[in-house]
C-alpha cells in the first residue's frame, strides 16, 4: 500500500521568511496530493491540492511542487506570517473503487517566529 | 451550508466499555471517511463509505472497531471492549462524490479518552 513521509517534523522561521515542507510518497498510481493545515485543537483544511498531471500550482503565497519521477512533492509558503503557524500534514491518494482513500504524512509543525 | 458533523465531542469512558461515535456528513456527500489521530500524530486511515457500501475496511485495527452509514447519510462507528490505546481523535470526512471531486471536508472530531 502507499506510504507517505513527510520532513521535517517541525519548523521554526523567521516571519517574513519562507517554509519548505516536503513529502515522499511511494505508490506511483497515487495521483491526487492534498495539504491540509491543521491549527491547535481545529479540525484539518484544505490548503492547496495537485493532481499528477500537473507538476506546480500556487495560491497566493502558498505553491504546491510535484515531481512524479522522483515521487515527492512539496509545500512552499513564501512571506510567512504569525497566522501560519499550524500543523501541516501532506497526503497521497489514488482513486479506488469510487473514492478517494488518503495517505497522510505524520506532519510538520510550523512556527513563525515574529 | 452546515459543515460536517460529529458527536460527542469528547468522550470519556472505561475500559472495557464500548462507545458509538456519530458523524453527520455534509448533505449530497456521497462518500464518508473515518481516520484516527492520536496525539502528535499524523492522521490514520480506518474505514471509507461509498454510499452505504463499505469497500475498504482495511484501516480498521481490530475487530473491535466496526462502523455502519444509513444510506448516504449518518455513520456511526462503534469500539467495543474499549482499551486505552483507542484514546484518541477520531476524525470524520465526507466529499461530494469519489471521483473525480477529491476534496475531503473534515468534522470537529471525536476526542475519545479512555481510563
Known amino acids: 500500500g502507499e506510504n507517505v513521509e513527510q520532513h521535517p517534523s517541525t519548523l521554526s522561521v523567521q516571519e517574513g521568511d519562507s517554509a519548505v515542507i516536503k513529502c515522499t510518497y511511494s505508490?506511483?498510481?497515487?495521483?491526487?496530493f492534498p495539504w491540509y493545515k491543521q491549527e491547535l485543537g481545529k479540525r484539518p483544511q484544505l490548503i492547496i491540492d495537485?493532481?499528477?498531471?500537473?507538476g506546480e500550482k500556487k495560491d497566493q503565497r502558498i505553491a504546491v511542487t510535484l515531481n512524479k519521477t522522483a515521487k515527492h512533492f512539496s509545500l512552499h509558503i513564501t512571506e510567512t506570517q504569525p497566522e501560519d503557524s499550524a500543523v501541516y500534514f501532506c497526503?497521497?491518494?489514488?482513486?479506488?473503487?469510487?473514492?478517494?482513500?488518503?495517505?497522510f504524512g505524520q506532519g510538520t509543525r510550523l512556527t513563525i517566529n515574529p | 451550508g452546515a459543515g460536517v458533523s460529529q458527536s460527542p465531542s469528547n468522550k470519556v469512558t472505561e475500559k472495557g466499555k464500548d462507545v458509538e461515535l456519530r458523524c453527520d456528513p455534509i448533505?449530497?456527500?456521497?462518500?464518508l471517511y473515518w481516520y484516527r489521530q492520536r496525539l502528535g500524530q499524523g492522521l490514520e486511515f480506518l474505514i471509507y463509505?461509498?454510499?452505504?457500501?463499505?469497500?475498504?475496511k482495511s484501516g480498521l485495527p481490530s475487530d473491535r472497531f466496526s462502523a455502519e452509514r444509513t444510506g448516504e447519510s449518518v455513520s456511526t462507528l462503534t469500539i467495543q471492549r474499549t482499551q486505552q490505546e483507542d484514546s484518541a481523535v477520531y476524525l470524520c470526512?465526507?466529499?461530494?462524490?469519489?471521483?473525480?471531486?477529491?476534496?475531503?471536508?473534515f468534522g470537529p472530531g471525536t476526542r475519545l479518552t479512555v481510563t
Open positions: 470526512a465526507s466529499s461530494p462524490r469519489g471521483v473525480p471531486t477529491y476534496e475531503q471536508y
Open positions: 505508490d506511483s498510481a497515487s495521483n491526487y
Open positions: 495537485i493532481r499528477s498531471n500537473v
Open positions: 497526503a497521497a491518494s489514488s482513486p479506488t473503487q469510487g473514492a478517494q482513500k488518503l495517505v
Open positions: 448533505s449530497g456527500h456521497t462518500a
Open positions: 463509505f461509498q454510499g452505504n457500501s463499505a469497500p475498504d
